[in-house]
């Protein structure tokens, strides 16, 4: 703008001259044309009185003329927009001025607008874990293994094998982050839900960073000996918080939003599908090899990554469903979620008796299908076999509920409390529903008869 502003100058400066010039020289012409013509009219009438005062006017009047003609090209040489007012000069922009955004983005669709709702709520109470241990700092060295030789034979090889062999050794170690995860707090004082497997090593420590960059140590309170779940707690106040919800009545096809670390990388990504599958059974493991089967959890389509384990499915109003604990390796956005009824269990259960009870019932089984029927030739399709281990472990362990019941190796249980046991819904499935101390009734199948037997459920030992 500023050189366009100078080269409208420097053109109207140079039209200033070139006017004067032109005028001057046009005037001069006039001037010399006037003068032979007044020599005419002088010559020819040598007769006639020509006096001063008679010459003077005509002069006044031609110089007149001269600067009103000056003065008119010079204004036509200027620039219409020149001679506005400042006020009524028309505004010019090298680019289109652009319109004012609003500060956010208001979304016209209410399902969409519902998500961000819901995102913007839940995203400050998801935390990110990171995980920090000492490892071994390792070196790579060269050797010449000819170097250990006797010096006479080393004379003797050395001039035809001079090579070095790559060693290593372990020089000290150091603190290094070696996997990551997330949580969410649930209650304000730093009480955060999450995998176990997310924080199962007890040599490392963890991290947990906050959306707004604060971070804290977190402690291990209790870890679920059955589920996936884990309770730490970080020394904070005044905390954001997640409400949670009643994971028994989910749909399939339900919306659901799922935020986490993904990839232990991008704190707090968001990602949107739904419930593409109920009470499933996999077996997950995990990056240090540990294998886990996983039942009775939730199937999501929303995108879960390695680093989300522990953080939340949330539901669209804005209630936690879930904790997304696995994904389907080889396909794409297939996750699982363990209920989040299963983990309100566990708070309960800590905040009464400072540990995370187990229901236990002491015995082994393998569920029956159509084809493990025709195998062994069962009267049923269905249920639990109570068997031995794949070691030839006992099929009912001893001083268990079971055996103080009378569970033998054979029996078949069909039913606990009504609900039947099938590949869907195993007995450990329907067990964890329950609390130990609880009461239940086993229909159980022996020898063609049907039996009610009552059974009291207790904990589960530590060395399970």
């Known amino acids: 703008m500023k050189q366009n502003t100078k080269l409208i100058t420097i053109i109207i400066i140079s039209g200033f001259i070139g006017a004067i010039v032109g005028s001057f020289v046009t005037h001069q012409i006039s001037f010399k044309n006037s003068s032979l013509a007044s020599e005419n009219i002088i010559t020819t009438a040598t007769s006639t009185e020509i006096t001063e005062d008679t010459l ?34 028309p505004k010019t922009s090298a680019s289109p001025t652009p319109i004012p955004t609003p500060a956010f983005y208001n979304s016209q669709v209410a399902y969409e607008q519902k998500i961000i709702e819901v995102v913007q709520k839940s995203s400050p109470a998801v935390v990110s874990i990171i995980i920090t241990k000492n490892v ?30 790559p060693q290593y050794q372990e020089r000290g170690t150091e603190k290094r982050e070696v ?32 959306t707004n960059g604060d971070k804290y140590q977190a402690k291990i309170l209790a870890q679920d000996p059955i589920d996936d779940i884990a309770l730490i707690k970080i020394e904070a106040n005044n905390l954001p918080t997640l409400p949670l919800g009643n994971s028994d009545g989910v749909q399939l096809g339900q919306t659901v939003i799922a935020i986490g670390n993904a990839l232990s990388e991008f704190r707090n990504t968001v990602s949107v599908g739904v419930v593409s599958g109920l009470a499933r059974s996999v077996v997950a493991s995990d990056q240090m090899g540990n294998v886990e089967t996983i039942e009775d959890v939730i199937q999501t389509d929303a995108a879960i990554n390695f680093g989300n384990s522990g953080g939340p499915l949330i539901n669209l109003n804005g209630e936690v469903i879930g904790i997304n604990t696995a994904i389907a390796s080889g396909a794409e956005n297939i996750g699982f979620a363990i209920p989040i009824n299963r983990a309100s269990k566990d708070i309960r259960s800590y905040q009464t008796s400072g540990k995370i009870s ?14 493990l029927q025709k195998e062994k030739n069962l009267p049923v399709d269905y249920g639990a076999l109570v068997s ?37 819904r195993s007995l450990s499935a329907i067990i964890k529903n329950y609390n130990a101390g609880e009461k239940i009734i086993l229909k159980v199948l022996r020898d063609q008869q049907e039996l009610n037997i009552e059974v009291v459920l207790a904990d589960r030992p530590d060395n399970l």
Do not use: C, M
Not at 75 to 86: D, F, G, S, T
Not at 137 to 150: A, C, K, Q
């Open 56 to 89: 003077n006017p005509e002069s006044n009047q031609s110089g007149s003329h001269f600067l009103a003609n000056l003065w008119d090209d010079i204004k036509n040489l200027i620039p219409k927009w020149v001679e506005l007012k400042p006020s009524e000069q």
């Open 136 to 165: 071994p700092i390792v070196e790579r060295y060269y050797s010449n293994p000819l170097e250990e030789l006797p010096p006479e034979f080393q004379q003797f090889f050395w001039p035809f094998f001079q090579f070095e062999i």
């Open 179 to 210: 996997g990551g995860g997330t949580g969410f707090i649930i209650s304000s004082d730093g009480l955060i839900l999450t995998n176990k497997h997310v924080v199962s090593d007890e040599n490392a420590e963890y991290t947990v960073f906050l």
């Open 358 to 371: 187990a229901p236990f019932i002491g015995i082994r089984y393998t569920i029956i299908t159509p084809s």
């Open 388 to 424: 031995k281990g794949q070691n030839g472990e006992s099929a009912v362990f001893p001083d268990s509920p079971a055996a103080s019941a009378g569970i033998k190796e054979g029996d078949i249980i069909l039913e606990i409390n009504g609900q039947k046991i099938t590949v869907d």
